[in-house]
């Protein structure tokens, strides 16, 4: 599956943003899909990650209560709502992907992941 991300830009503190993650390819429902931010420096860490079912997520508790992960199917796209953002969530953005089966809820190690999209920048300014 190939990945498209988009959505970011430059707010304030305390703004909301959208990220979507759009695919290509056949099967999008049998992939679970996290979200993974690299602020400049840092290494790659976790932000949140859903289930191929969409049931179940995971989310970092920098980010717990403040962003929420959605997946819808039919349009192969999983969403990053990120709402009170902080300097803090400065960062690239990257969605990425792993076919599953059923049982096996996503991980949140940047290795278990087999396809990344391309990053989009977020900037939170004070």
């Known amino acids: 599956v190939q990945l498209q991300a988009s959505g970011g830009g430059l707010v304030q503190v305390g703004d909301s943003l959208s990220l979507s993650c759009a695919a290509s390819g056949p099967s999008f429902s049998r992939y679970a899909v996290g979200w993974f931010r690299q602020a400049p420096g840092k290494e790659r860490e976790f932000v949140a990650a859903?289930?191929?079912?969409?049931?179940?997520?995971y989310y970092d508790d920098s980010v717990k209560g403040r962003f929420t992960i959605s997946k819808d199917t039919a349009k192969k796209t999983v969403y990053l709502q990120m709402n009170d953002l902080r300097p803090e969530d400065t960062a690239v953005y990257y969605c990425?992907?792993?076919?599953?089966?059923?049982?096996?809820?996503?991980?949140?190690?940047?290795?278990?992941?087999?396809?990344w999209g391309q990053g989009t920048l977020v900037t939170v300014s004070s």
């Open positions: 859903i289930s191929r079912s969409g049931s179940s997520t």
């Open positions: 990425a992907a792993k076919q599953t089966i059923l049982t096996v809820e996503p991980e949140t190690g940047v290795r278990w992941y087999d396809s």
